[in-house]
């Protein structure tokens, strides 16, 4: 693994680390609430997100305060692989297993920005890559009932945004008719490989054989295809399907019934550096796309994922957005794609996102 192997031996510092709440009301209508941790050492202070999206263990995390034992001289290896013998939810069970990738992922991507920035170099100098800007898409879903007014509105202001939708069986004909016409839309997720979730979406084989057709250019994202229709329906459309939710390591890429062509690749969901990276040189060794997807980050963890496509796939539809774009009418001003990314010289992170988080 070339990549890691770049970082592995970084040398980090960590003194202390200190936690801050993030909270802000949505368009789909909750508070969503994050952590930001930064980890303290040698001087420098290295930032990361915890993007649980279970509000009350985000509570519970900030009640509780810096418990865990983080503190020490480490490589960046070392301490993955401490972290990864942590339980870092101590007297909380989380309601999904996932979770537990999201706060490790909050948690190395400060260690791995800390490092770096102790070493005076940025990611992208110590892999030895370009970093490029970055074409990304704003993801929407369609309103209960579902209207175009999520697209449309946010035409209005900026016409050339490009749009991935969740697709739901309730989409009438003249919607999809209307979503047509723009001649905006990349992708359609189906919410199909979610089970027990708030955003689950029933299996539909005939919508996703319409879907298919009408859209004949689009990405078709997690259909749920353990339904034997279903798989009969895209049958002729496999190569665009691609993968999000079951994405969690190389091993589940290979476990799809539709190995893709190009897959989302969300470093939250891999937990570690390490199995993420192991995840880029797969697609890349394999002539796989890859693209990226965030979890609606309130602070540096959107710097991070957007730095991530920068390097890794500044072309592809990633699902990235800048905030503000969640907004069914987006103020104006807001970065156009492809997204200047603008690394900070040293550390894992945005020069944006040196700012206080906010």
């Known amino acids: 693994m070339a990549l890691y192997d770049a970082i592995a031996e970084l040398p980090l510092k960590v003194d202390s680390y200190s936690l801050e709440r993030l909270a802000r009301m949505v368009s789909s209508g909750f508070e969503r609430v994050s952590t930001v ?12 997100e915890d993007v649980t ?25 070392s301490f993955s692989e401490h972290l990864g013998g942590l339980d870092t939810f101590p007297g909380y069970t989380p ?16 260690a791995l920005d800390l490092a770096l920035r102790q070493a005076g170099k940025s990611l992208h ?8 800007p970055v074409t990304f898409v704003v993801s929407s879903r369609m309103g209960e009932p579902p209207t175009l007014d999520p697209v449309t509105r946010r035409l209005a202001r900026y016409p050339d945004i490009r749009f991935k939708l969740d697709g739901t069986p309730d989409w009438s004909d003249e919607l999809i008719e209307g979503l047509v016409k723009t001649g905006a839309v990349d992708s359609i997720d189906f919410k199909g490989a979610y089970k027990g979730t708030v955003v689950d979406v029933d299996t539909d084989p005939a919508f996703y054989r319409k879907i298919a057709e009408t859209f004949p250019d689009a990405w078709l994202e997690d259909p749920d295809l353990d339904d034997e229709a279903a798989l009969k329906a895209l049958a002729p459309f496999q190569d665009r399907i691609t993968w999000d939710a079951p994405i969690h390591s190389v091993e589940d890429i290979l476990a799809r019934k539709v190995i893709p062509r190009t897959v989302n690749l969300k470093p939250s969901r891999f937990g ?13 060794q394999r002539g796989m796309g890859a693209y990226g997807g965030g979890q609606y980050e309130l602070g540096v963890g959107r710097g991070h994922v957007q730095l991530l496509a920068a390097i890794f796939h500044p072309h592809a539809p990633n699902d990235i957005a800048p905030g503000g ?4 009418d987006p103020e104006p001003g807001l970065p156009h794609s492809p997204l200047d990314v603008d690394p900070a010289p040293v550390g894992f992170r945005r020069n944006s996102d040196d700012a206080p988080a906010a």
Do not use: I, M, N
């Not at 100098?125 to 490029?132: F, I, T």
């Open 37 to 48: 941790y930064a980890l303290e050492g040698g001087g420098e202070t290295g930032k990361g």
């Open 125 to 132: 100098e110590v892999l030895g890559r370009e970093v490029q």
């Open 272 to 284: 570690s550096v390490k199995a993420l990276f192991e995840a880029y040189e797969f697609c890349e």
């Open 325 to 328: 774009y969640d907004d069914l």
């Open 95 to 110: 309601e999904q297993p996932v979770y537990r990738s999201y706060r490790r992922w909050g948690l190395e991507s400060a």
């Open 53 to 77: 999206y279970e509000a009350p263990a985000q509570e519970a995390q900030l009640a509780a305060g810096p418990v865990l034992e983080l503190a020490g001289e480490w490589t960046f290896d």
